[in-house]
């Protein structure tokens, strides 16, 4: 069955838990989809993991279109959720339905995410009024990784939680179908998930969230940056791709590779006729 933003609803209304994982291409959107995964997020978070920058600030709108079009050809079944990266929203409200409908005709989605509160809430509602389902996204906002003064916990005094509580009710109240929390402490996390009538996804933010996302190389070890505290490894792929290429250097160094079985045949007889005619 194609997961929707109706179905995704249906799980919270029915406390099944939601699956979610980034995906940036189309071979391991298409491995993840045919898991069973719910949802498939595009993050701006590509830019670390994919393209080496030190944050997500840089990324563009262009790589966004280009990685999600990728995924979305992959995904049969889970929702398609791509993220507008840093400045491509917060200008004016008709820049980011603009933006936001981009993603959904070149870069295919199926939902965009944008990161913010209250602030932000007349740009989820003219998106969603120009029928585009939005994800918000409360807590660490990694676009806003400047003004908190590096990558930390948000909402740990009574001043901060009370403000991600009445943002996170504003964002409902804005339409948004869903609401991402990131590293958020857990009570806090799940009092704003039994206020709301939309699914919360929780990143670094408890079990007691209607949903979970991580970041596909933290979960499967792949990323050589450092690991944040929430992200548990499910695998260790570096290990075997590293393997992998060293067996290959290895074998190609020795002559053992290609093998036989690896190459295709000629008649002797047209052989021996390009021998004579071009010498070897």
Do not use: W
Not at 159 to 188: M, Q
């Amino acid at each position: 069955m194609k997961n929707t933003v109706i179905t995704l609803q249906r799980q919270k209304e029915k406390k099944e838990k939601i699956t979610m994982l980034t995906a940036y291409d189309y071979s391991m959107a298409k491995l993840m989809d045919a898991a069973g995964v719910n949802a498939l997020l595009v993050g701006d978070s590509l830019g670390m993991v994919m393209l080496g920058y030190e944050d997500t600030l840089s990324v563009t709108m262009e790589d966004m279109i280009h990685h999600s079009r990728a995924v979305a050809r992959g995904a049969k079944s889970a929702l398609v959720v791509t993220d507008m990266p840093f400045m491509s929203y917060q200008v004016s409200v008709e820049e980011a339905v603009a933006n936001a409908g981009r993603l959904v005709k070149e870069g295919r989605a199926q939902a965009v995410k944008l990161e913010g509160g209250e602030e932000v809430c007349p740009q989820i509602t003219a998106i969603t009024r120009a029928s585009i389902p939005v994800m918000a996204h409360l807590g660490l906002t990694p676009q806003s990784v400047n003004a908190f003064g590096g990558f930390k916990a948000q909402g740990r005094s009574e001043l901060a939680a009370r403000k991600i509580i009445r943002s996170a009710l504003a964002v409902e109240k804005a339409g948004a179908f869903a609401l991402t929390l990131e590293c958020v402490p857990e009570p806090l996390a799940a009092l704003i998930s039994s206020l709301l009538t939309i699914p919360t996804i929780g990143i670094g933010a408890g079990a007691r969230c209607d949903g979970q996302v991580l970041v596909c190389q933290d979960m499967m070890g792949l990323y050589d940056g450092v690991a944040p505290k929430f992200a548990k490894r499910f695998g260790e792929v570096r290990q075997s791709v590293d393997s992998g290429i060293t067996q290959y250097i290895d074998e190609v160094r020795r002559g053992v590779f290609p093998g036989p079985e690896h190459t295709f045949e000629i008649d002797d007889a047209v052989m021996e006729s390009l021998t004579e005619e071009f010498g070897a």
